[in-house]
């Protein structure tokens, strides 16, 4: 019996561990101790002791809320790294083109960079072993590219118009993974940054983005968090601290275990005055809703684009005796105002992720009419005393719908295929020399490069050559997405992300519409706080 006994032992540990064990000296404890024993005594078969309480944890869990979770050893690091904001490797950005590993471009600072390794070469060989045509996938260039700091792998590198292999000495490093995609200048006076999720280093990231703006003299600003799931809670609060004013509650959380704790501004922000517009979507959650909570009920800006997620509850890691981790939710969390917008989850975890379709069945991407709020759920912004909604998300203060009017079958089948990428990484293979002579930056290269006349039918033909038939009615529905998207690429492998989206949003009715209203009266009728 004591290898089964451990499981109840490791129950015992983790309580003891964070002082809860009164919780488990009842009948519940005795009924598992008992089951073990059963089990160990009894049952036909040989029996994994760990993966037992490994399941029976999940189980646990899956039924108390759809965001407590059980995170194994093996799986605790690579999880925490987009928040921790920081892995060790050699830094660089790649895919796997016709299974060949080709750098899309070197991390700024990181040591591939260091060594000379540039955008376009492909990497043949690690550390001796052929790597090309072996099916390689994401996870084995990870396997054999990260390692710890300080650590050494040599790479064999095929480079355009170099006959020779070339060999790369590359130390191993921290490299940044970067919580800010974006910040440019839209318009002459208005700045948008975009944010993808709330990490260690965000809060340091969007002032640098903010201050490069204000150098360009920004007077207004859009803060893009579409697609932003969320992350550290004290992020959420340094970013509103930067665009509220002083003494402002920003936030509170309460638990029946958790006493209510409230999170005010503290400093001068960086953007206090000025007008400020905030993009959210159904893929904005948790620190994203925080944010834009507050932003909403103190009347400081306006929120644009469709409801969000409708994460409202607070989880706190607890470590495990073997290094394994639970993510265990232990407050719900309630804008200034007093919404908590905590969606349902009465049904279960499966019917909870069912969300995003049950939405789009019910029309709400489409129609804002198709979403109602009991009165219950009203509640009032605390200087205009406009209405503004609870338990389901952020009701945004204008509705922008998913707009599918370029969108065809022959789009969805290049783009499933990673077509685009794939084209623009040969094309770039071997046009990126004349592309940085004759564009010096991205406004140039926005303004003057013609993606009609010099990609568009090439990639047509690249497109029939790997099995996605010539549909002339579909390519014209869905041309101006194409030639925007492939234009969008080119620009984010001759420079970064940001110059991607600035070519992008050109095709973002939430973004285009932040300009609108910016530039109208809106502001002023809606007696929103930005003077």
Sequence with gaps: MHKLKIGFTFLLVLTYQFGFSQYLQGEGSKKFDALLQFINYAYVDSTNEDKLVEDAIVAVLKELDPHSVYIPKEELKKMNE????NFEGIGIQFNILHDTLTVVSPISG???EKVGITAGDKIIEVDGVGI??????NSDVQDKLRGKKGTKVIVGIKRRNVKELLNFTITRDMIPIYSVDASYMATPEIGYIKINRFANNT???FKEGLNKLLAQNMKHLIIDLTGNGGGYLKTAIQLADEVLDDKKLIVYTEGIKNPKQEYYTTSKGGFEKGKLVLLIDEGSASASEIVSGAIQDYDRGLIIGRRSFGKGLVQKPFTLPDGSAIRLTVARYF???GRCIQRPYDDGKEEYYKEFSRRYKNGEYMNEDSITFPDSLKFKTINSQRTVYGGGGIMPDIFVPIDTSLYSDYFGRVNRKG???DFVLIYLDSHRKDLLAAYTDVPSFKNNFD????????FIAFAESNEVEKNEEQINISKKLILVRLKALIARNLWDT????????ELNDSYLKAIEEINNDTFKKEKLVYK
Excluded: H, M, R, W
């Excluded at 987009?82 to 904001?85: H, K, N, Q, T």
């Design 132 to 137: 090309a045509g072996i099916g390689l996938q």
């Design 498 to 505: 940001s110059a991607y989206y600035e070519i992008a949003n």
């Design 451 to 458: 993606a009609e006349k010099e990609v568009f039918n090439s």
């Design 335 to 337: 804008t200034p105002s």
């Design 82 to 85: 987009p928040l921790v904001g």
């Design 203 to 205: 809060d340091e990231e």
């Design 419 to 421: 077509l685009l990428n």
């Design 110 to 112: 990181g040591p591939s």
